[in-house]
């Protein structure tokens, strides 16, 4: 929550599937979006990330 407070939407300013144009795959997520959508979150829920560095930090906690 902190990234998204401090960055708001830049945080998805790179979406990925949005450079991928009309292919198989797009086409698949907008059919459920149409067709299946109590299911849509269940299918389409995972995020990409893109970074030129990482650190992780354990939480100590």
Do not use: C, H, W
């Not at 991928?20 to 299911?39: D, H, V, Y």
């Not at 299918?43 to 030129?52: A, L, P, R, V």
């Amino acid at each position: 929550m902190r990234l998204r407070k401090r960055f708001k939407y830049k945080l998805f300013d790179k979406n990925l599937r949005f450079s991928l144009g009309k292919n198989s795959t797009n086409n698949k997520i907008i059919q459920t979006a149409k067709e299946e959508k109590p299911n849509f979150y269940f299918y389409n829920n995972g995020i990409t990330i893109t970074s030129t560095s990482f650190k992780y930090k354990k939480n100590v906690n």
